[in-house]
């Protein structure tokens, strides 16, 4: 397939992802924009352009690389919650996950130690979650801003996926995979919402996120484990469920979340 026609494609993935997100909105968006849009298409191609096994290693990468998400996740909020600038929120995000690519490099050969690590990170960034009752609600009436949440989150995407496909035998597979799972959405998307509505808009969205990153370890998981023996199309397509019913589910848990916050405050 022509590279021009990978972007595109991926491009527009992205950027029906994010219109669905700014319907929907809070929690329900982060775990919409914590779907693999950009990971999934970039395995695709690798395993188009460099065969099976090289995409199954990279998936495993991408499933250790959902640590990075939870670990800048969990700092922002805590940030956040000081009424820091979002540029101080943002530096405290990117430098914890500047300290977990040591550990994702190292756990990122292998399925087994990947999903341990995110899995961990991911659910430790869950249970310390900063409660959302408490400090400034946020804000009504946001305006619109179509080019920031929509056009420039997707040419990054397609632009990332892109150029993965014809670099990854010069990287490796666990760069490679990496590279592939950068929040590039959920980070973009976090900053517009604490801009436009708040830190505490940024902050739900953001929780929203971490739970959908138990569907993106769902769906590297399932595509490292089945590429190799039944394609590219067949493992993408059971990857793909196994992520919708993950997020599903983290849906529904969300969903009680305001239920459970009344019964805290008594």
């Given at each position: 397939?022509?590279?021009?026609?990978?972007?595109?494609?991926?491009?527009?993935?992205?950027?029906?992802?994010?219109?669905?997100?700014?319907?929907?909105?809070?929690?329900?968006?982060?775990?919409?924009?914590?779907?693999?849009?950009?990971?999934?298409?970039?395995?695709?191609?690798?395993?188009?352009?460099?065969?099976?096994?090289?995409?199954?290693?990279?998936?495993?990468?991408?499933?250790a690389a959902c640590a990075l998400m939870a670990a800048?996740?969990?700092?922002?909020?805590?940030?956040?919650?000081?009424?820091?600038?979002?540029?101080?929120?943002?530096?405290?995000?990117?430098?914890?996950?500047?300290?977990?690519?040591?550990?994702?490099?190292?756990?990122?050969?292998?399925?087994?130690?990947?999903?341990?690590?995110?899995?961990?990170?991911?659910?430790?960034?869950?249970?310390?979650?900063?409660?959302?009752?408490?400090?400034?609600?946020?804000?009504?009436?946001?305006?619109?801003?179509?080019?920031?949440?929509?056009?420039?989150?997707?040419?990054?995407?397609?632009?990332?996926?892109?150029?993965?496909?014809?670099?990854?035998?010069?990287?490796?597979?666990?760069?490679?995979?990496?590279?592939?799972?950068?929040?590039?959405?959920?980070?973009?998307?976090?900053?517009?919402?604490?801009?436009?509505?708040?830190?505490?808009?940024?902050?739900?969205?953001?929780?929203?996120?971490?739970?959908?990153?138990?569907?993106?370890?769902?769906?590297?998981?399932?595509?490292?484990?089945?590429?190799?023996?039944?394609?590219?199309?067949?493992?993408?397509?059971?990857?793909?469920?196994?992520?919708?019913?993950?997020?599903?589910?983290?849906?529904?848990?969300?969903?009680?979340?305001?239920?459970?916050?009344?019964?805290?405050?008594?």
């Open positions: 397939m022509d590279w021009w026609a990978k972007s595109l494609l991926t491009m527009a993935s992205v950027a029906l992802v994010l219109a669905l997100a700014r319907r929907w909105g809070g929690s329900a968006a982060g775990i919409v924009a914590g779907l693999p849009t950009t990971t999934a298409p970039a395995l695709g191609w690798m395993a188009h352009e460099q065969g099976a096994p090289f995409a199954a290693h990279a998936a495993a990468a991408t499933v800048f996740a969990l700092a922002y909020a805590h940030a956040s919650l000081r009424l820091r600038p979002r540029g101080v929120a943002l530096a405290w995000g990117a430098a914890a996950a500047l300290a977990m690519v040591g550990p994702v490099l190292a756990a990122g050969h292998h399925l087994l130690p990947a999903l341990g690590l995110a899995g961990v990170c991911s659910v430790l960034a869950w249970r310390a979650w900063p409660p959302s009752f408490g400090g400034a609600p946020a804000q009504a009436d946001a305006p619109a801003r179509p080019w920031i949440t929509t056009a420039l989150p997707a040419i990054t995407a397609g632009t990332l996926s892109l150029g993965l496909a014809a670099a990854g035998p010069v990287i490796g597979t666990v760069v490679a995979g990496l590279l592939a799972s950068l929040p590039v959405v959920s980070v973009t998307v976090a900053l517009v919402q604490h801009a436009d509505r708040g830190a505490a808009a940024a902050r739900q969205f953001l929780l929203g996120t971490v739970a959908g990153l138990f569907g993106r370890m769902a769906f590297g998981t399932v595509f490292a484990a089945t590429v190799p023996g039944c394609g590219i199309g067949t493992a993408m397509a059971l990857a793909a469920g196994a992520a919708v019913m993950v997020n599903l589910a983290c849906m529904a848990r969300l969903a009680r979340g305001p239920a459970l916050e009344r019964l805290a405050r008594g």
